[in-house]
């Protein structure tokens, strides 16, 4: 009897003291939010600006899934664009990447969230490699050189940073979901996609100055106009392998256009209902399920551990300085 | 027979016992982890987490209809008040966990999916400092818990081997 006892609260513990010899969420958000933290603010993505909208389904995507958002007919959305990086003042033109996140709350049940980003394809395939990479990033050129020169499987993100040009406007960018997701239909089957927004206009940075460039540029456009994407749905054939978000899929694969994304209003990040929501790609409605691959699985630990921070620093009143600006 | 919980309470003590201890290991395991089973072990946690709540309900409408042992008659009155605090806190920590926990994916708008069997609504427009209150409150019960649970299962086997007296056996 003794040992039994003994086992039931040993077991736990041995189980507990496996610390995880790979990176955890809090190492990777640590490192996300480097030196200096901005309090109330993402740890990374921290500086962009709410939008709102509808997505307008044409239903071509029925057949793959029974996700409600897809039926034909109209979701409202509120979203954000935003550049990456822990800074939430950073200067809209010089950060590398620019990105589109989406949340659906079709009803108490089923609600989904997007965040999406301009290139296709990360670099590497899974956390671990991830993490050397921002530390590299964060050693300066050479670092980042030899990070490349070590990584066969960034070539194909490489490809698309040499060809790269940044627009003038969010409006204008292609935003990718890099990670493959399965759509389940009715009858239970499975079809892995990728999906990306297609804009619908081209803008040319010429003339864009100041630390709000783009931001400055939304409010104008969308003073004047609506703006519009095109949300085109990559269907992967047996040849592509779901799992790894560095390799790029042929251009061959065929593409259906599930609607338009129509964005009408936007809001300053800390106004706007976009700040308190967590753009956690892993909350999905029924007919949309995650791949195995590893990034797209830790986004969910990472992103909870950087909402945790944020949360607890708003409500310990870190905004409010800001907010009454 | 009044030596002894009823076969029902012993079954429900057990089975939640090694329940809660599975829930709170998981719960420390999947908030340290980025693999690829991080969210897998998440749905369980939710879903086990609910049947936790459901069992706990069912478990305490049961003992109200169930004698109890007596304790130990050598136990000084305030010895027998802290082991009924002890009980009523294990009761009400085993409410409190998966409250917090469905009320704080409520706050963030994520709807909690129960073995895929059904769905738990969230709100519809989130609330970021609800959330951080019972994401906390969460975390800082489950420290609570295991602490507690420790102390509970040292006194269990205090009045075993070293008071020798009937208090774990009759839980057996
Ligand atoms: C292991 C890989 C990744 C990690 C650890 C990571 C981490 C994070 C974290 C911690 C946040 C802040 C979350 C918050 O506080 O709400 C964030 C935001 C974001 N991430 Fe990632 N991320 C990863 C991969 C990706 C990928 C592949 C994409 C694009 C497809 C992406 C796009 C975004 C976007 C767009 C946001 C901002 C969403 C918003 O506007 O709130 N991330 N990421
Ligand atoms: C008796 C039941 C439960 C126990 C003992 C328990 C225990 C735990 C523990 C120990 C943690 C880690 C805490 C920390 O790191 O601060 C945790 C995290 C969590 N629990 Fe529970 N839990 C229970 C029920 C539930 C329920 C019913 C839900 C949701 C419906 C839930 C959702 C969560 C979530 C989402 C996290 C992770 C939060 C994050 O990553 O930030 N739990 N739980
Ligand atoms: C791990 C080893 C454990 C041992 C050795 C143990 C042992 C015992 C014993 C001997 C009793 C009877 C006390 C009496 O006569 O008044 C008891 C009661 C109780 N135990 Fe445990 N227990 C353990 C774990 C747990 C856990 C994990 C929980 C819940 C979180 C729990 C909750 C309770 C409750 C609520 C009672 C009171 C029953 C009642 O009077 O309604 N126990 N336990």
Request: aromatic share 10%.
């Amino acid at each position: 009897m003794k040992t039994i006892f003994m086992l039931g609260l040993v077991l736990p513990c041995i189980a507990l003291a496996q610390q995880p010899s790979k990176v955890t969420p809090q190492q990777f958000v640590n490192l996300q939010e480097g030196d200096i933290v901005h309090k109330g603010f993402r740890r990374a993505h921290a500086k962009g600006i709410c939008i709102s909208g509808e997505f307008l389904s044409n239903g071509s995507l029925t057949k793959y899934t029974h996700a409600k958002v897809f039926e034909k007919g109209s979701t409202p959305f509120i979203g954000r664009f935003s550049i990456a990086g822990s800074n939430p003042s950073a200067p809209d033109l010089k950060a590398p990447v620019r990105s589109m996140a989406l949340s659906f709350a079709t009803s108490a049940t089923q609600q989904w969230r997007v965040a999406m980003n301009t290139p296709p394809v990360m670099a590497v395939s899974d956390p671990h490699t991830f993490y050397q990479q921002i530390i590299a990033i964060k050693a300066g050129p050479e670092a980042i050189q030899k990070f490349f020169k070590d990584h066969p499987e960034s070539q194909d993100f490489l490809n698309w940073k040499s060809s790269y040009q940044p627009s003038g406007s969010f409006a204008a960018e292609t935003y990718n979901s890099i990670n493959a997701f399965y759509l389940i239909n009715e009858q239970d089957e499975k079809q892995a996609v990728r999906w990306h927004m297609r804009p619908t206009l081209t803008a040319t940075p010429e003339g864009l100055k100041g630390e709000d460039a783009l931001q400055q540029e939304l409010q104008q456009r969308l003073a004047k106009e609506d703006i519009v994407f095109d949300w085109v749905y990559t269907l992967a054939t047996e040849a592509d392998n779901e799992n790894d978000p560095a390799r790029a899929w042929p251009n061959s694969r065929q593409q259906i256009t599930a609607g338009q994304l129509v964005i009408r209003d936007w809001q300053f990040q800390l106004k706007g209902e976009c700040h308190s929501i967590n753009y956690d790609p892993l909350v999905l409605p029924e007919g949309i399920e995650p791949t195995a691959d590893p990034i797209l699985r830790a986004r969910s630990g990472a992103y909870a551990e950087s909402y945790r921070r944020r949360a607890r620093e708003v409500l310990n009143g870190a905004l409010e300085a800001n907010s009454n600006e | 027979m009044n030596n002894r919980f009823s076969l029902s309470m012993r079954i429900f003590h057990w089975a939640m016992a090694a329940l809660l201890i599975s829930l709170l290991s998981a719960g420390l395991l999947m908030v340290q982890s980025l693999e690829p089973w991080q969210i897998t072990i998440l749905g369980l946690h939710k879903s086990f987490g609910v049947l936790a709540a459901i069992l706990v309900i069912i478990r305490l409408l049961n003992r109200f209809r169930n004698m109890v042992p007596d304790l130990p008659s050598d136990l000084s009155a305030l010895q027998k008040a802290i082991a009924r605090l002890s009980h009523v806190l294990l009761y009400g920590f085993m409410l409190a966990m998966p409250i917090s926990g469905y009320l704080m994916q409520y706050a963030a708008g994520r709807p909690v999916e129960v073995f895929s069997l059904f769905r738990l609504p969230a709100s519809l427009s989130v609330d970021i400092q609800t959330y951080s209150i019972f994401r906390e409150l969460h975390g800082w019960l489950a420290l609570f818990l295991m602490a507690l649970i420790c102390l509970h299962a040292v006194a269990a086997l205090h009045h075993h081997f070293v008071r020798k007296d009937n208090v774990l056996k009759s839980m057996l």
